[in-house]
């Protein structure tokens, strides 16, 4: 069975499923070269389609994975049962709660009408089909999970009129436990804490995690604690000064009203930033707890763009009541369209679908004679790829590597990657300079799986999610003293712990350098510049690589020289 899975808003890209494998999935941004595109995404859709010489006749089945839209079975005594509480216990929010959901109405009709406009052009409505934004958060983690039965939390901004949802899948049965609606949003509350910080809302978050390590979280906590709140296995907001669900308040672009900021002011960024990031965490780990308690589940699935936040990540994982737990990178909404198929060959096969890694994007052959005419450019052969890279490493080059497929979702898996050593704690400043990044965290270490143990404590080679760079761990006293480049202020790293079998030329690199140098881990950053979407073809490596975003440029075995 084939499947397209197709999402069109907060970065649009398409899946295609082939026989419970998937065989192609990339982001529209990737080829519009525009950050978080979300125009229909035809480009994404064609290289699917493309890689596997299909055309969308062959498609058995497309479904549209951003927006199902409010149905009343399901949705109207939900809502009514919220509205009955808002009434009761905060009647001034009412009419933020109604505008939540006239916005919703509007903004998700526009982009449902684009998928209505392209299965009627191309007369597939017959094999076309929907399902829920959350729906689809969850199947993109729980289809390509080891686990037959888990408990699946989905946490973002929003999405069909929801912003969390809690439930479980065992033997085979789906049962939601709990939903709450699109005004209950954690991802809403940290998105305003973004903008509040002078960051872009559903674009920066990660600047203030990194912000948090460097604040006092109990200054402001009683603040945090007043925008929303945790009750008996359910969260609420308080719309009102400090909390509306909604990244910015109208027309005016502006998020927090003149008393609100007042309340703020004296405080540091620091401050303000580490009491969300634990007020946040503190709110997950209360409602995961919840519900692990209440079906004694030991297997935790995790998406939706909360979930992106790797502290959080961290905190659940240390949680004594969960056992496993399994994450990917695509839990933005960039992964709805890997949930959309995987979630479609679910219901209607009951079948996992198989991946060994995230290479997924477009692979590329090197047009060496018109590169080097059209870039002024010379292309050369490497003939022992390691030994190069090892001796470019030592003599302190920053190399920019493309290889083989693009890695989907937002983290550079050494495939379209900036490689460094970790020993020289000043390359976070110079390299940001050069990437025109402004950043807090350091970069994240890439780690060969057999040196993992001595770098990060409670690792366990069942942690699968630590091989995607989607939790962070805390360091052990070697791994601080190793490679300090990589190490947060709390002592935490956020690693790609990498096996051979998926990327055997830096897996290859991280031996050698190791047995050369003693060197526990090397620098993995995204190559790509600050608001700029990862490299995807040659022509974009080289175009950074023009810019000096790096020293040395290789491509497929090649290296490019100015």
């Known amino acids: 069975m084939i499947i397209l899975g197709i999402t069109n808003d907060y970065t649009a890209g398409a899946c295609l499923v082939k026989n419970n494998t998937i065989v192609a999935c990339v982001s529209e941004e990737r080829f519009s070269r525009i950050k978080q595109d979300r125009k229909w995404p035809v480009n994404s859709i064609n290289y699917v389609l493309k890689s596997q010489n299909l055309k969308l006749k062959n498609v058995d089945q497309i479904v549209y994975g951003y927006s199902q839209g409010f149905k009343a079975e399901k949705d109207l005594l939900f809502y009514f049962d ?31 009408k684009e998928f209505i406009n392209f299965i ?22 729980y289809c390509l999970s080891e686990y037959k039965n888990a408990l699946i939390v989905t946490v973002d901004g929003r999405g069909d009129f929801e912003a969390i949802t809690i439930s479980q899948i065992r033997n085979g049965k789906t049962k939601i436990l709990y939903r709450s609606s699109s005004n209950d949003s954690l991802g809403y509350f940290y998105s305003r804490i973004t903008k509040l910080l002078n960051f872009t809302p559903h674009r920066h978050e990660g600047k203030v995690t990194g912000l948090a390590a460097r604040g006092n979280p109990m ?92 502290l959080a990540n961290q905190k659940i994982r240390e949680l004594k009541e969960v056992k496993n737990l399994f994450t990917l990178p695509h839990v933005g909404d960039e992964g709805l369209s890997i949930g959309a198929a995987v979630g479609y060959n679910w219901l209607k096969n009951k079948k996992k679908t198989k991946f060994k890694n995230l290479y997924f994007g477009p692979k590329f052959k090197l047009k060496k ?62 390299l940001n300079k050069r990437l025109k990044r402004y950043e807090f965290m350091p970069f994240a270490p890439v780690t060969a799986i057999e040196l993992a143990k001595r770098c990060y404590k409670g690792w366990k080679r069942s942690h699968s999610l630590s091989e995607f760079m989607t939790v962070t761990y805390s ?43 003693g060197g526990l881990s090397l620098i993995n950053t995204s190559f790509n510049a600050h608001e700029e979407p990862i490299v995807c073809s040659p022509e974009d490596a080289i175009k950074s690589f023009k810019k000096n ?5 290789i491509v497929n075995g090649y290296q490019v020289i100015k």
């Open 82 to 112: 919220r509205i009955v509480h808002e009434t009761k216990n905060n009647p001034a929010g009412l009419e933020i709660f109604k505008n939540r959901i006239e916005q919703e109405i509007v903004r998700d009709g526009i982009k449902r």
């Open 219 to 310: 200054k402001l906590i009683n603040v945090m604690r007043k925008m929303i709140y945790y009750k008996s296995g359910k969260i609420f907001a308080v719309n009102g000064e400090y909390y509306k669900p909604f990244f910015t308040d109208g027309n005016n672009k502006k998020t927090w009203s003149k008393k609100a900021l007042k309340f703020f002011k004296g405080h540091s960024k620091a401050n303000i930033a580490a009491a969300a990031q634990k007020h946040l965490e503190d709110l997950l780990t209360k409602i995961i707890k919840y519900y692990m308690k209440k079906t004694d589940e030991k297997n935790l699935c995790l998406s939706g763009g909360v979930f992106a936040n790797v």
């Open 549 to 553: 975003t790096v020293d040395i440029l």
């Open 120 to 141: 009627k052009k191309n007369k597939i409505e017959h094999k076309s089909s929907y399902l829920r934004h959350h729906e689809c958060h969850g199947y993109s983690v």
């Open 475 to 517: 360091c052990t006293d070697e791994m601080k003293k190793n490679s300090p480049a990589t190490i947060h202020v709390d002592n935490t790293s956020r690693p790609q712990v990498l096996r051979r079998e998926n990327n055997k030329i830096i897996h290859s690199l991280l031996i050698k350098w190791y047995k050369e140098t």
């Open 369 to 430: 004679k018109y590169l080097e005419k059209k870039y002024k450019i010379k292309i050369k052969k490497i003939h022992n790829i390691t030994d190069f890279m090892f001796n470019c490493l030592k003599q302190n080059k920053v190399i920019g590597f493309l290889n083989d497929r693009m890695e989907f979702g937002p983290r550079a898996l050494c495939n379209r990657s900036i490689i460094y050593h970790a020993n020289d704690i000043s390359i976070n400043d110079k």
